[in-house]
């Protein structure tokens, strides 16, 4: 509770407004603006919308050699249009909130190494009402705890991944997802 007290204080104090611009979730200049998702926030979403997993998400789009050919990856990101992310509607508004992912619950804040680090938006310097910094310091150390817990289970199932020379693959916290074969 300490930890989360100490980080909502320093929410509050560098201030923070969501202006729903949709800045967030749309393509920037250098076509960035990924939102990865995990393997079980690509689920809840399915459970949330009633759609298949590739209408939701897609590779993260940087592949890498894989030991005996075949390229993989270590992520995925929720589909986008050419503009923003697929869930964006035309007033800016996120038509999967409540099931929406970790990076989105907590941005622009989030906790790397045990600091705080900020990320450029609009938002930010606005006044930030107490419970809101509550919930957002909440949702970062939640962030943190699912990212880490993620990351161990993906390094398992990696060390036991083999792909053929014309494979390609995402190796994610529930398995390796063949995407495509020669």
């Not at 759609?51 to 894989?66: G, L």
């Not at 906790?111 to 930030?128: F, M």
């Not at 962030?143 to 020379?165: Q, S």
């Amino acid at each position: 509770m300490e930890d989360t007290h100490r980080l909502a204080e320093e929410i509050r104090s560098t201030g923070f407004t969501c202006l729903m611009c949709g800045g967030c979730c749309s393509r920037g200049d250098d076509d960035g603006n990924l939102v990865l998702v995990s393997a079980p926030e690509i689920r809840a979403i399915m459970d949330h919308t009633g759609r298949a997993w590739d209408d939701i998400a897609e590779p993260y789009p940087d592949m890498m050699p894989a030991e005996g050919g075949g390229e993989f990856t270590l992520a995925w990101c929720l589909r986008r249009t050419k503009t923003a992310c697929i869930f964006l509607d035309k007033n800016n508004r996120c038509t999967i909130y409540p099931a929406r992912p970790l990076i989105c619950r907590t941005y622009p804040f989030a906790r790397e190494e045990g600091t705080l680090s900020v990320y450029a938006c609009p938002g930010i310097g606005q006044n930030t009402l107490c419970n809101e910094a509550e919930t957002i310091a909440e949702e970062c150390i939640r962030r943190d705890l699912a990212e880490a817990k993620d990351a161990e289970r993906t390094g398992e199932v990696f060390k036991t991944m083999k792909l053929g020379p014309d494979e390609c693959a995402v190796v994610d916290s529930e398995g390796v997802k063949r995407i495509w074969a020669k």
